[in-house]
């Protein structure tokens, strides 16, 4: 065990895979463990590198293995599938996550930390509640309009409900049968309250998220989304890099020296990409109260776009400037007009 260099565990719920090397790539173990059974092999192993895929569980196992001296690693899932040999196993997995670790340019996911990850159960928390909240208030205006009643859109008409109904003449057996669903939709709407106020709280107290605030168009939730996604923004090189991890720039498709250019790739974290596109909105429907070089840049392209058009690439400007403000710990400051924003 003194000449492992390497280990690559293929995550499970109860059993962990692990492929150990040397430092010239020679396998040295295989093991199949419990949680606790890898945790104390990895007490007694020397000092390794250990790689796993960036999955469910892989940030809290990063976080352990690193408390005992070791350098985790994490890597997405769709860098490590080129490397499976045929015949797919658990073990075999192993293996490529450490054949793709070999790899020198190979890139990495930076472990999240227990406030960023509990940050994040709160994003996902109010989104399903959202959901929820969406259905119940369909479903009240299906089974109105079943019955010959159209309501207006929006949840102000369906945080009135009762005084609609006591309007219009329903059969009594489901009148009650709507209240409950008024009732459910009122606790979900006050969930979704509390964990917003819980988000603004957050972000407050933390120094990114507060720092993020100060972009224009981007709100507590949006702030402390891209706080949890940014960390500290070390580990990707430049602001382009950041955009690029969230899918917000184009794919390409080049050969014999021609360049193409399609849509942009949406990878990774979709409700991020969604947010940020909202944000654009909300600058371009305030565009004429904003001032500096961002706003002569938005100005000059709605001359020759479509403003659905000029979204996607404004949504664009607030990943790279938000990375900006995570590595230099600022805030930001509209550029004067003639100067890159």
């Given at each position: 065990?003194?000449?492992?260099?390497?280990?690559?565990?293929?995550?499970?719920?109860?059993?962990?895979?692990?492929?150990?090397?040397?430092?010239?790539?020679?396998?040295?173990?295989?093991?199949?463990?419990?949680?606790?059974?890898?945790?104390?092999?990895?007490?007694?192993?020397?000092?390794?590198?250990?790689?796993?895929?960036?999955?469910?569980?892989?940030?809290?196992?990063?976080?352990?293995?690193?408390?005992?001296?070791?350098?985790?690693?994490?890597?997405?899932?769709?860098?490590?599938?080129?490397?499976?040999?045929?015949?797919?196993?658990?073990?075999?997995?192993?293996?490529?996550?450490?054949?793709?670790?070999?790899?020198?340019?190979?890139?990495?996911?930076?472990?999240?930390?227990?406030?960023?990850?509990?940050?994040?159960?709160?994003?996902?928390?109010?989104?399903?509640?959202?959901?929820?909240?969406?259905?119940?208030?369909?479903?009240?205006?299906?089974?109105?309009?079943?019955?010959?009643?159209?309501?207006?859109?929006?949840?102000?008409?369906?945080?009135?409900?009762?005084?609609?109904?006591?309007?219009?003449?329903?059969?009594?057996?489901?009148?009650?049968?709507l209240m409950r669903l008024h009732q459910h939709f009122l606790y979900l709407d006050q969930q979704i309250k509390e964990l917003e106020r819980q988000l603004?709280?957050?972000?407050?107290?933390?120094?990114?998220?507060?720092?993020?605030?100060?972009?224009?168009?981007?709100?507590?939730?949006?702030?402390?989304?891209?706080?949890?996604?940014?960390?500290?923004?070390?580990?990707?090189?430049?602001?382009?890099?950041?955009?690029?991890?969230?899918?917000?720039?184009?794919?390409?498709?080049?050969?014999?020296?021609?360049?193409?250019?399609?849509?942009?790739?949406?990878?990774?974290?979709?409700?991020?990409?969604?947010?940020?596109?909202?944000?654009?909105?909300?600058?371009?429907?305030?565009?004429?109260?904003?001032?500096g070089a961002l706003a002569t840049w938005v100005r000059s392209l709605l001359m020759r776009r479509h403003a659905n058009v000029v979204a996607c690439p404004?949504?664009?400007?607030?990943?790279?400037?938000?990375?900006?403000?995570?590595?230099?710990?600022?805030?930001?400051?509209?550029?004067?007009?003639?100067?890159?924003?």
């Amino acid at each position: 065990m003194n000449t492992v260099a390497l280990v690559g565990i293929d995550l499970g719920k109860h059993s962990f895979h692990l492929h150990g090397q040397d430092g010239a790539g020679r396998a040295v173990f295989r093991k199949k463990l419990s949680r606790p059974q890898m945790m104390r092999l990895f007490g007694n192993l020397p000092v390794c590198t250990v790689v796993m895929e960036a999955c469910a569980g892989a940030h809290f196992t990063a976080r352990e293995l690193n408390k005992l001296g070791h350098v985790a690693k994490l890597i997405s899932p769709q860098f490590v599938r080129p490397f499976v040999k045929s015949n797919k196993n658990d073990f075999v997995d192993a293996e490529a996550i450490c054949e793709a670790a070999c790899r020198p340019a190979m890139r990495f996911v930076a472990p999240k930390t227990e406030a960023q990850q509990t940050l994040s159960v709160l994003h996902r928390l109010r989104d399903a509640l959202v959901r929820e909240r969406t259905q119940a208030t369909n479903q009240a205006h299906g089974f109105l309009l079943e019955f010959g009643i159209s309501l207006p859109r929006g949840l102000a008409t369906m945080k009135r409900l009762p005084s609609t109904l006591s309007e219009h003449t329903l059969p009594p057996p489901l009148l009650p049968l709507l209240m409950r669903l008024h009732q459910h939709f009122l606790y979900l709407d006050q969930q979704i309250k509390e964990l917003e106020r819980q988000l603004e709280t957050q972000v407050a107290t933390d120094d990114v998220g507060s720092q993020l605030l100060s972009m224009p168009g981007v709100g507590p939730i949006t702030a402390s989304l891209l706080a949890v996604d940014l960390g500290d923004a070390r580990q990707y090189a430049s602001n382009r890099d950041f955009s690029a991890s969230l899918g917000l720039v184009p794919r390409q498709h080049s050969t014999g020296g021609r360049t193409t250019l399609l849509g942009i790739s949406k990878r990774d974290d979709k409700h991020l990409r969604r947010l940020l596109v909202q944000c654009a909105r909300v600058y371009l429907m305030r565009l004429e109260h904003q001032r500096g070089a961002l706003a002569t840049w938005v100005r000059s392209l709605l001359m020759r776009r479509h403003a659905n058009v000029v979204a996607c690439p404004l949504a664009n400007k607030p990943a790279r400037i938000a990375w900006a403000i995570a590595v230099k710990h600022t805030r930001f400051e509209a550029a004067p007009d003639g100067l890159t924003a």
